[in-house]
Protein backbone atom coordinates (compact mmCIF):
# COMPACT_ATOMS: atom_id res chain seq x y z
CA UNK A 1 0.00 0.00 0.00
CA UNK A 2 2.63 2.21 0.93
CA UNK A 3 4.77 1.44 -2.14
CA UNK A 4 0.98 1.69 -3.99
CA UNK A 5 1.05 5.49 -3.01
CA UNK A 6 4.45 6.67 -3.67
CA UNK A 7 3.76 5.54 -7.13
CA UNK A 8 0.50 7.76 -7.43
CA UNK A 9 2.39 10.59 -5.94
CA UNK A 10 5.12 10.34 -8.54
CA UNK A 11 2.64 10.32 -10.92
CA UNK A 12 0.48 13.39 -9.61
CA UNK A 13 4.09 15.22 -9.42
CA UNK A 14 4.71 14.69 -13.16
CA UNK A 15 1.21 15.44 -14.06
CA UNK A 16 1.84 18.73 -12.04
CA UNK A 17 5.28 19.30 -13.71
CA UNK A 18 3.51 18.44 -17.24
CA UNK A 19 1.12 21.06 -15.96
CA UNK A 20 3.89 23.86 -15.31
CA UNK A 21 6.25 23.21 -18.33
CA UNK A 22 3.28 24.54 -20.76
CA UNK A 23 3.39 27.61 -18.84
CA UNK A 24 7.40 27.83 -18.71
CA UNK A 25 7.40 29.70 -22.06
CA UNK A 26 5.68 32.45 -20.54
CA UNK A 27 7.80 32.49 -16.78
CA UNK A 28 9.36 35.60 -15.95
CA UNK A 29 12.43 35.69 -13.76
CA UNK A 30 12.26 36.18 -9.70
CA UNK A 31 15.80 36.85 -7.75
CA UNK A 32 16.80 36.07 -4.69
CA UNK A 33 19.61 36.99 -2.12
CA UNK A 34 21.81 34.13 -1.08
CA UNK A 35 24.54 35.07 2.38
CA UNK A 36 27.38 32.45 3.28
CA UNK A 37 31.00 32.26 4.40
CA UNK A 38 33.57 33.20 1.97
CA UNK A 39 35.59 29.75 2.11
CA UNK A 40 38.99 31.98 2.28
CA UNK A 41 38.50 33.59 5.48
CA UNK A 42 34.99 32.49 6.76
CA UNK A 43 33.53 36.33 6.30
CA UNK A 44 29.56 36.84 4.97
CA UNK A 45 29.94 36.63 1.26
CA UNK A 46 26.51 37.45 -0.68
CA UNK A 47 25.31 36.22 -4.44
CA UNK A 48 22.37 36.59 -6.47
CA UNK A 49 20.14 33.69 -7.19
CA UNK A 50 17.83 34.41 -10.58
CA UNK A 51 15.01 31.31 -11.35
CA UNK A 52 12.01 31.10 -13.61
CA UNK A 53 8.76 32.63 -11.86
CA UNK A 54 5.18 32.20 -12.56
CA UNK A 55 4.48 36.19 -11.08
CA UNK A 56 3.92 38.90 -13.68
CA UNK A 57 7.10 39.94 -14.95
CA UNK A 58 9.07 43.09 -12.71
CA UNK A 59 11.77 45.41 -13.45
CA UNK A 60 13.39 46.22 -10.51
CA UNK A 61 16.66 48.65 -9.47
CA UNK A 62 19.51 46.70 -7.90
CA UNK A 63 22.82 48.11 -7.35
CA UNK A 64 22.03 50.79 -10.25
CA UNK A 65 21.24 48.18 -12.85
CA UNK A 66 17.10 47.71 -14.10
CA UNK A 67 16.70 43.86 -13.72
CA UNK A 68 13.87 42.32 -15.35
CA UNK A 69 13.14 39.87 -12.18
CA UNK A 70 11.55 40.55 -9.01
CA UNK A 71 12.80 39.87 -5.50
CA UNK A 72 11.64 36.44 -3.67
CA UNK A 73 8.83 36.30 -6.45
CA UNK A 74 7.28 33.08 -6.62
CA UNK A 75 8.89 30.04 -8.18
CA UNK A 76 7.85 28.10 -11.30
CA UNK A 77 7.36 24.20 -10.37
CA UNK A 78 9.85 21.92 -11.23
CA UNK A 79 13.48 21.09 -10.39
CA UNK A 80 15.99 23.10 -12.72
CA UNK A 81 19.73 22.98 -13.55
CA UNK A 82 22.19 25.27 -11.78
CA UNK A 83 24.29 27.79 -13.37
CA UNK A 84 26.64 29.94 -11.46
CA UNK A 85 28.32 33.11 -12.83
CA UNK A 86 31.82 34.50 -12.19
CA UNK A 87 32.57 38.22 -13.07
CA UNK A 88 35.85 39.47 -14.43
CA UNK A 89 38.44 41.65 -11.86
CA UNK A 90 36.45 44.38 -10.17
CA UNK A 91 33.72 43.76 -11.79
CA UNK A 92 30.04 42.89 -10.77
CA UNK A 93 27.70 39.72 -12.23
CA UNK A 94 24.89 42.33 -12.28
CA UNK A 95 26.67 43.59 -15.14
CA UNK A 96 25.64 40.57 -17.16
CA UNK A 97 22.25 40.74 -15.19
CA UNK A 98 20.08 40.09 -18.85
CA UNK A 99 21.88 36.97 -19.81
CA UNK A 100 20.87 35.85 -15.93
CA UNK A 101 17.37 37.09 -16.16
CA UNK A 102 17.13 35.35 -20.35
CA UNK A 103 18.59 32.29 -18.68
CA UNK A 104 16.30 32.29 -15.68
CA UNK A 105 13.32 32.75 -18.22
CA UNK A 106 13.69 29.57 -19.93
CA UNK A 107 14.06 27.39 -16.91
CA UNK A 108 17.59 27.69 -15.17
CA UNK A 109 18.41 28.69 -12.04
CA UNK A 110 21.78 31.21 -12.14
CA UNK A 111 23.47 32.52 -9.22
CA UNK A 112 25.68 35.30 -9.83
CA UNK A 113 28.48 35.51 -7.14
CA UNK A 114 29.81 38.70 -6.12
CA UNK A 115 33.84 37.88 -5.61
CA UNK A 116 35.10 39.03 -2.13
CA UNK A 117 38.21 41.10 -2.76
CA UNK A 118 37.65 41.00 -6.53
CA UNK A 119 34.83 43.41 -7.17
CA UNK A 120 33.55 46.94 -8.26
CA UNK A 121 34.03 47.99 -4.62
CA UNK A 122 36.63 45.78 -2.91
CA UNK A 123 40.03 45.47 -4.99
CA UNK A 124 42.04 44.00 -1.46
CA UNK A 125 42.60 40.47 -3.02
CA UNK A 126 43.27 41.80 -6.80
CA UNK A 127 46.54 40.18 -8.41
CA UNK A 128 47.13 38.03 -5.25
CA UNK A 129 47.23 33.85 -4.88
CA UNK A 130 44.04 34.17 -2.86
CA UNK A 131 42.17 35.50 -5.39
CA UNK A 132 43.06 33.24 -8.15
CA UNK A 133 42.75 30.08 -6.46
CA UNK A 134 40.18 31.46 -4.06
CA UNK A 135 37.68 32.71 -6.53
CA UNK A 136 36.55 28.56 -7.58
CA UNK A 137 36.44 27.65 -4.12
CA UNK A 138 33.84 30.67 -3.62
CA UNK A 139 31.59 29.43 -6.58
CA UNK A 140 32.09 25.78 -5.08
CA UNK A 141 30.89 27.12 -1.86
CA UNK A 142 28.07 29.34 -3.88
CA UNK A 143 26.75 26.06 -5.22
CA UNK A 144 26.43 24.15 -1.88
CA UNK A 145 24.98 27.21 -0.27
CA UNK A 146 21.95 27.10 -3.51
CA UNK A 147 21.69 23.65 -2.68
CA UNK A 148 21.20 23.90 1.11
CA UNK A 149 19.07 27.15 0.66
CA UNK A 150 15.75 27.12 2.42
CA UNK A 151 14.22 28.73 -0.24
CA UNK A 152 15.65 27.19 -3.33
CA UNK A 153 16.91 24.36 -2.40
CA UNK A 154 13.65 22.44 -3.43
CA UNK A 155 14.04 23.53 -7.21
CA UNK A 156 17.87 23.19 -7.82
CA UNK A 157 18.91 20.43 -9.48
CA UNK A 158 22.46 19.71 -8.23
CA UNK A 159 23.30 16.97 -10.69
CA UNK A 160 23.33 19.35 -13.41
CA UNK A 161 25.47 22.49 -13.01
CA UNK A 162 27.17 24.79 -15.67
CA UNK A 163 29.95 27.80 -14.79
CA UNK A 164 28.70 30.82 -17.14
CA UNK A 165 32.64 32.85 -16.95
CA UNK A 166 33.53 36.27 -17.71
CA UNK A 167 36.97 37.76 -18.52
CA UNK A 168 38.85 36.43 -15.20
CA UNK A 169 35.63 34.07 -14.56
CA UNK A 170 36.56 32.47 -17.51
CA UNK A 171 39.52 31.73 -15.76
CA UNK A 172 38.01 30.62 -13.11
CA UNK A 173 35.44 28.73 -14.35
CA UNK A 174 38.38 26.82 -16.15
CA UNK A 175 39.60 25.89 -12.90
CA UNK A 176 36.72 24.43 -11.73
CA UNK A 177 36.35 22.15 -14.71
CA UNK A 178 40.00 21.00 -13.74
CA UNK A 179 42.37 23.88 -15.34
CA UNK A 180 45.68 24.31 -13.80
CA UNK A 181 47.73 27.22 -13.89
CA UNK A 182 50.88 28.11 -14.60
CA UNK A 183 52.14 31.02 -12.94
CA UNK A 184 55.54 30.86 -15.20
CA UNK A 185 53.40 31.28 -18.50
CA UNK A 186 52.31 34.68 -16.87
CA UNK A 187 55.69 35.45 -16.17
CA UNK A 188 56.71 34.89 -19.71
CA UNK A 189 53.99 36.85 -21.03
CA UNK A 190 54.61 39.79 -19.30
CA UNK A 191 58.43 39.58 -20.52
CA UNK A 192 56.95 39.33 -24.19
CA UNK A 193 54.14 41.40 -23.92
CA UNK A 194 55.56 44.15 -20.65
CA UNK A 195 52.75 46.78 -21.77
CA UNK A 196 50.05 44.69 -21.47
CA UNK A 197 48.85 46.66 -17.96
CA UNK A 198 45.96 44.94 -17.10
CA UNK A 199 47.68 41.58 -17.20
CA UNK A 200 51.45 42.67 -16.18
CA UNK A 201 51.23 45.16 -13.43
CA UNK A 202 53.71 43.29 -11.51
CA UNK A 203 55.55 42.23 -14.21
CA UNK A 204 53.74 38.71 -14.20
CA UNK A 205 54.84 38.26 -10.27
CA UNK A 206 51.47 37.71 -8.02
CA UNK A 207 51.32 38.59 -4.46
CA UNK A 208 52.01 35.49 -2.86
CA UNK A 209 49.67 36.33 0.16
CA UNK A 210 48.87 32.58 1.01
CA UNK A 211 51.17 29.56 0.00
CA UNK A 212 47.42 26.78 1.43
CA UNK A 213 45.96 27.13 -1.60
CA UNK A 214 45.75 25.25 -4.62
CA UNK A 215 43.66 25.00 -7.64
CA UNK A 216 40.73 23.06 -6.60
CA UNK A 217 38.50 20.95 -9.73
CA UNK A 218 34.26 21.10 -8.63
CA UNK A 219 33.29 16.93 -9.83
CA UNK A 220 30.14 18.70 -10.08
CA UNK A 221 30.55 21.48 -12.99
CA UNK A 222 29.31 19.77 -15.69
CA UNK A 223 29.48 22.51 -18.88
CA UNK A 224 31.18 26.18 -19.28
CA UNK A 225 30.15 29.05 -21.43
CA UNK A 226 33.16 31.36 -21.24
CA UNK A 227 33.10 35.02 -22.74
CA UNK A 228 36.26 36.78 -23.42
CA UNK A 229 38.36 34.29 -20.98
CA UNK A 230 41.55 34.90 -19.33
CA UNK A 231 43.27 31.69 -20.24
CA UNK A 232 46.90 33.25 -20.38
CA UNK A 233 47.78 30.24 -17.79
CA UNK A 234 46.71 27.44 -19.22
CA UNK A 235 49.09 25.38 -21.53
CA UNK A 236 47.86 22.16 -23.15
CA UNK A 237 49.58 20.07 -20.46
CA UNK A 238 47.21 22.20 -17.91
CA UNK A 239 44.08 21.77 -19.32
CA UNK A 240 44.46 18.27 -19.74
CA UNK A 241 41.76 17.48 -17.50
CA UNK A 242 38.88 20.07 -18.74
CA UNK A 243 36.66 17.14 -20.31
CA UNK A 244 33.17 19.23 -19.97
CA UNK A 245 32.03 20.47 -23.22
CA UNK A 246 32.63 24.60 -23.33
CA UNK A 247 30.92 27.48 -25.19
CA UNK A 248 33.45 29.81 -25.84
CA UNK A 249 33.07 33.67 -27.19
CA UNK A 250 35.53 36.03 -27.80
CA UNK A 251 35.48 39.82 -29.90
CA UNK A 252 38.12 40.25 -32.49
CA UNK A 253 38.67 43.86 -31.20
CA UNK A 254 39.36 42.98 -27.75
CA UNK A 255 41.60 45.53 -26.57
CA UNK A 256 41.84 44.30 -22.89
CA UNK A 257 43.34 40.81 -23.30
CA UNK A 258 45.34 39.64 -26.29
CA UNK A 259 43.00 37.23 -28.39
CA UNK A 260 46.16 35.13 -29.64
CA UNK A 261 47.49 34.08 -26.22
CA UNK A 262 43.46 34.36 -24.75
CA UNK A 263 40.69 32.81 -26.04
CA UNK A 264 42.11 31.49 -29.70
CA UNK A 265 45.06 29.62 -28.00
CA UNK A 266 42.35 28.53 -25.45
CA UNK A 267 39.91 27.23 -28.81
CA UNK A 268 43.59 24.93 -29.73
CA UNK A 269 44.06 23.54 -26.76
CA UNK A 270 41.57 22.16 -25.04
CA UNK A 271 41.15 18.38 -25.00
CA UNK A 272 37.56 18.34 -26.73
CA UNK A 273 37.64 21.31 -28.92
CA UNK A 274 34.96 23.93 -27.94
CA UNK A 275 32.07 25.63 -29.62
CA UNK A 276 34.35 28.83 -30.80
CA UNK A 277 32.41 32.26 -31.29
CA UNK A 278 34.78 35.29 -32.75
CA UNK A 279 32.30 38.24 -32.90
CA UNK A 280 33.51 40.45 -35.55
CA UNK A 281 34.63 43.89 -34.07
CA UNK A 282 33.17 43.37 -30.98
CA UNK A 283 35.90 44.89 -27.68
CA UNK A 284 36.13 43.58 -24.14
CA UNK A 285 32.79 44.80 -22.97
CA UNK A 286 30.34 43.78 -25.59
CA UNK A 287 29.67 41.08 -23.50
CA UNK A 288 28.23 43.54 -20.77
CA UNK A 289 24.22 43.82 -20.68
CA UNK A 290 23.48 46.94 -23.33
CA UNK A 291 23.11 50.01 -21.34
CA UNK A 292 20.51 52.69 -20.33
CA UNK A 293 20.94 56.05 -21.43
CA UNK A 294 22.38 57.05 -17.85
CA UNK A 295 25.15 54.48 -17.72
CA UNK A 296 26.37 55.44 -22.01
CA UNK A 297 27.00 59.00 -19.59
CA UNK A 298 28.29 57.72 -16.40
CA UNK A 299 30.36 54.87 -17.94
CA UNK A 300 31.19 55.53 -21.61
CA UNK A 301 33.98 53.69 -21.72
CA UNK A 302 32.27 50.33 -20.87
CA UNK A 303 29.64 51.24 -22.86
CA UNK A 304 30.86 52.30 -26.18
CA UNK A 305 30.97 49.57 -28.98
CA UNK A 306 32.79 49.84 -32.23
CA UNK A 307 30.91 51.48 -35.19
CA UNK A 308 28.84 48.49 -37.00
CA UNK A 309 28.71 46.19 -34.12
CA UNK A 310 25.26 46.03 -32.08
CA UNK A 311 25.22 44.65 -28.67
CA UNK A 312 21.53 44.20 -28.22
CA UNK A 313 21.67 41.93 -31.14
CA UNK A 314 24.72 40.09 -30.02
CA UNK A 315 22.77 39.68 -26.69
CA UNK A 316 19.92 38.33 -28.34
CA UNK A 317 21.81 35.94 -30.00
CA UNK A 318 24.37 35.27 -26.97
CA UNK A 319 21.03 34.49 -24.72
CA UNK A 320 19.66 31.67 -27.36
CA UNK A 321 22.96 30.14 -27.61
CA UNK A 322 22.80 29.78 -24.35
CA UNK A 323 20.31 28.17 -23.65
CA UNK A 324 20.34 25.98 -26.50
CA UNK A 325 23.89 25.35 -25.10
CA UNK A 326 22.91 24.38 -21.31
CA UNK A 327 20.13 22.59 -22.27
CA UNK A 328 22.06 19.73 -25.01
CA UNK A 329 24.80 19.38 -22.82
CA UNK A 330 22.95 19.71 -18.81
CA UNK A 331 19.99 17.60 -20.34
CA UNK A 332 18.22 15.48 -18.79
CA UNK A 333 14.52 14.16 -20.60
CA UNK A 334 12.31 14.35 -17.24
CA UNK A 335 13.56 17.82 -16.15
CA UNK A 336 11.21 20.32 -16.49
CA UNK A 337 13.08 23.50 -17.29
CA UNK A 338 15.30 21.70 -19.80
CA UNK A 339 11.93 20.80 -21.83
CA UNK A 340 11.23 23.86 -21.55
CA UNK A 341 14.22 25.35 -22.64
CA UNK A 342 14.06 23.70 -25.76
CA UNK A 343 10.72 25.11 -26.96
CA UNK A 344 12.44 28.64 -27.21
Known sequence: ????C????????????????????????????LTFLDPLDLQPMSAIAFYPSTDSKKISKVDGYQIAAGEDATIAMGRFPLLMLSHGN?????????????????????????????????????????????????ISEAISA???DPMLSAYVDGLHVGVIGYSAGGETALILAGAQPDLQRLRKYCAERPMDRDACTRQGELIADRDDLRAEADPRVGALMLMAPLSLMFGRH????????????????????????????????????PSFKLLPGAGHFVFLAPCTDEQQVTTPGLCTDAEGVDRVDIHRSLSADAVRFFSD????????????????
Open 146 to 148: ALM
Open 6 to 33: AVMLVCLLGSLISVQVEAGTHWSAGFHR
Open 238 to 273: TLADVHVPVLLYSGDGDQLLALDKNAEALARKLPQA
Open 1 to 4: MVRL
Open 329 to 344: TLSQPSRAGLQTAHQE
Open 90 to 138: TGTPLALHDLATSLARKGFVVVAVIHPGDNYKDHSRLGSLSNLYGRPLQ
